[in-house]
């Protein structure tokens, strides 16, 4: 080219050029399939967008993910995985670059599906997830709910949950952290096992069973859990975290509980076995005990002897009550042969004078003891007079009383027309109270008798004007 074209080219400057390839690009392309391997996954950004490339023997392609993209994504990019991305081909304009920027993202086939299986599977048994653990608080085990009312009706509680899609990973760890955190003895109380089940599916299907999130609820979980996902050549990364693993739903119900009808024919089985069991101990009791009384000697082999001896007893009573009887008659006669009529006058002499003197003694006693006595009784009456309010009235005084016969202390007590009683040395006479003098009696006061006054009804009164 001669310079004078030279100068005739239309001059850009950069952003129009990295405009107008950008443009070129995009309608040339627009979207595409790629299939490589990722490279550079740092996990997303604090935006929430992700950055890293895409490889394969000759090439590298620069690849983004948007934040609204990234979490509808079914499988997340990792470092290593082969995969097929769908995006829209575009540039950078601050690094001079092309560049993807990725819709949709699907490993590269089952082979990359069981690479990255097998990868997070040694990652996740490396950090003891799928180590056996057993709870030992575990008791019966609950099933799942069409399967539970054939075997063993109990009472179940369903927390339902996408088990495929973008969310159903973390729904179903959300699942399993929430049943654990109910109370025991709430209104809705802790369950005893949980079974995380699902029907059989393709292996993208059951992808979600095989996100970290979910393996790790399961190997936190407290509660026992069975993992029931898919069918039983189904193999997912619950399955090795939970505490037992079962081929389908329908098995896991049968690990749960037992057959109702099988378990009371078992009780009833145990039941009689039980009842025979104590029937042979009775009869091998029984058995001994008649072994044993047939070892013992007859009642009157043992009573034999006894019997004779009493009969032997009994026919020498009579001898020897006779031969008693001669014992203490000789004994008798020997004594009164060694006492004479003198000697008995004496003794008997001897106990009379005793006798009188006792009695005379005790007259005697008897006599002081009464003087005693009268000598108290008359110093107690001397005491009693000398207290008395009848030496008192001897004096010149008088006892009034109320109505009641209660003794009066005051005047004050004494209200305007109350009954009066009064006591003197010589005896008693009765009045009635006149108005206020009996409250302030004067010299001239005086009692009438009962024969003449002023009283009502003719009666004295105690006070006179």
Same mark, same amino acid.
């Given at each position: /080219?001669?310079?004078?074209?030279?100068?005739?080219?239309?001059?850009?400057?950069?952003?129009?050029? &990295?405009?107008?390839? #950008?443009?070129?690009?995009?309608?040339?392309?627009?979207?595409?399939?790629?299939?490589?391997?990722?490279?550079?996954?740092?996990?997303?950004?604090?935006?929430?967008?992700?950055?890293? =490339?895409?490889?394969?023997?000759?090439?590298?392609?620069?690849?983004?993910?948007?934040?609204?993209?990234?979490?509808? /994504?079914?499988?997340?990019?990792? @470092?290593?995985? $082969?995969?097929?991305?769908?995006?829209? !081909?575009?540039?950078?304009?601050?690094?001079?670059?092309?560049?993807?920027?990725?819709?949709?993202?699907?490993? =590269?086939?089952?082979?990359?599906?069981?690479?990255?299986?097998? $990868?997070?599977?040694?990652?996740? +048994?490396?950090?003891?997830?799928?180590?056996?653990?057993?709870?030992?608080?575990?008791?019966?085990?609950?099933?799942?709910?069409?399967?539970?009312?054939?075997?063993?009706?109990? #009472?179940?509680?369903?927390?339902?949950?996408?088990?495929?899609?973008?969310?159903s990973a973390a729904e179903?760890?959300?699942?399993?952290?929430? !049943?654990?955190?109910?109370?025991?003895?709430?209104?809705?109380?802790?369950?005893?096992?949980?079974?995380?089940?699902?029907?059989?599916?393709?292996?993208?299907?059951?992808?979600?069973?095989?996100?970290?999130?979910?393996? #790790? =609820?399961?190997?936190?979980?407290?509660?026992?859990?069975?993992?029931?996902?898919?069918? @039983?050549?189904?193999?997912?990364?619950?399955?090795?975290?939970?505490?037992?693993?079962?081929?389908?739903?329908?098995?896991?119900? @049968?690990?749960?509980?037992?057959?109702?009808?099988?378990?009371?024919?078992?009780?009833?089985?145990?039941?009689a076995r039980k009842h =025979?069991?104590?029937?042979?101990?009775?009869?091998?009791?029984?058995?001994? !005990?008649?072994?044993?009384?047939?070892?013992?000697?007859?009642?009157?082999?043992?009573?034999?002897?006894? #019997?004779?001896?009493?009969?032997?007893?009994?026919?020498?009573?009579?001898?020897?009550?006779? +031969?008693?009887?001669?014992?203490?008659?000789?004994? !008798?006669?020997?004594?009164? &042969? %060694?006492?004479?009529?003198?000697?008995? &006058?004496?003794?008997?002499?001897?106990?009379?004078?005793?006798?009188?003197?006792?009695?005379?003694?005790?007259? %005697?006693?008897?006599?002081?003891?009464?003087?005693?006595?009268?000598?108290?009784?008359?110093?107690?009456?001397?005491?009693?007079?000398?207290?008395?309010?009848?030496?008192?009235?001897?004096?010149?005084?008088?006892?009034?009383?109320?109505?009641?016969?209660?003794?009066?202390?005051?005047?004050?007590?004494?209200?305007?027309?109350?009954?009066?009683?009064?006591?003197?040395?010589?005896?008693?006479?009765?009045?009635?109270?006149?108005?206020?003098?009996?409250?302030?009696?004067?010299?001239?006061?005086?009692?009438?008798?009962?024969?003449?006054?002023?009283?009502?009804?003719?009666?004295?009164?105690?006070?006179?004007?």
């Amino acid at each position: /080219m001669t310079e004078a074209a030279l100068d005739n080219v239309v001059e850009w400057t950069v952003s129009e050029l &990295s405009s107008a390839l #950008r443009r070129t690009v995009e309608e040339a392309y627009g979207y595409v399939r790629v299939r490589g391997e990722i490279s550079g996954f740092k996990g997303q950004q604090p935006s929430g967008h992700a950055y890293f =490339a895409l490889k394969d023997e000759g090439a590298r392609l620069d690849a983004v993910i948007w934040k609204s993209s990234f979490g509808r /994504m079914r499988v997340k990019p990792e @470092e290593g995985l $082969e995969v097929i991305v769908t995006g829209r !081909l575009t540039t950078y304009p601050g690094r001079s670059s092309y560049q993807i920027v990725i819709d949709r993202l699907e490993p =590269a086939g089952i082979g990359a599906l069981m690479k990255l299986l097998e $990868e997070r599977k040694k990652k996740l +048994a490396a950090e003891g997830l799928f180590d056996e653990v057993t709870s030992p608080t575990g008791a019966v085990i609950r099933d799942i709910l069409h399967r539970l009312e054939d075997r063993f009706p109990r #009472r179940v509680l369903v927390w339902p949950v996408r088990v495929q899609g973008e969310t159903s990973a973390a729904e179903v760890a959300n699942a399993i952290r929430r !049943l654990n955190e109910l109370p025991e003895l709430g209104p809705i109380p802790r369950p005893d096992l949980i079974i995380v089940a699902r029907g059989g599916g393709s292996l993208e299907d059951l992808w979600s069973f095989n996100e970290e999130i979910v393996v #790790r =609820a399961a190997a936190a979980s407290m509660i026992p859990l069975i993992s029931a996902v898919g069918h @039983e050549t189904d193999i997912t990364l619950i399955d090795f975290a939970a505490d037992r693993r079962a081929p389908t739903p329908t098995a896991a119900a @049968e690990i749960a509980v037992p057959v109702r009808a099988e378990l009371m024919v078992s009780l009833s089985n145990l039941g009689a076995r039980k009842h =025979a069991c104590w029937k042979r101990n009775v009869d091998r009791h029984r058995k001994e !005990l008649s072994l044993l009384s047939r070892a013992m000697p007859a009642l009157d082999d043992l009573l034999s002897v006894p #019997r004779q001896r009493l009969d032997s007893c009994a026919g020498r009573l009579p001898r020897a009550l006779r +031969a008693n009887a001669q014992i203490h008659h000789t004994h !008798l006669t020997r004594v009164a &042969s %060694r006492l004479s009529p003198r000697l008995l &006058s004496h003794r008997i002499e001897r106990c009379d004078e005793q006798t009188k003197n006792f009695i005379g003694r005790a007259r %005697r006693a008897f006599r002081i003891s009464q003087d005693r006595r009268d000598q108290r009784l008359r110093s107690a009456g001397q005491l009693l007079t000398a207290y008395s309010y009848k030496g008192v009235l001897s004096r010149g005084f008088a006892l009034v009383r109320d109505g009641e016969g209660h003794p009066l202390r005051s005047a004050g007590a004494v209200g305007a027309g109350a009954r009066l009683d009064i006591e003197f040395a010589d005896g008693r006479l009765g009045a009635t109270a006149d108005g206020e003098h009996a409250v302030q009696p004067t010299a001239k006061s005086k009692v009438r008798s009962r024969g003449g006054g002023e009283g009502p009804g003719g009666q004295g009164t105690l006070f006179g004007s």
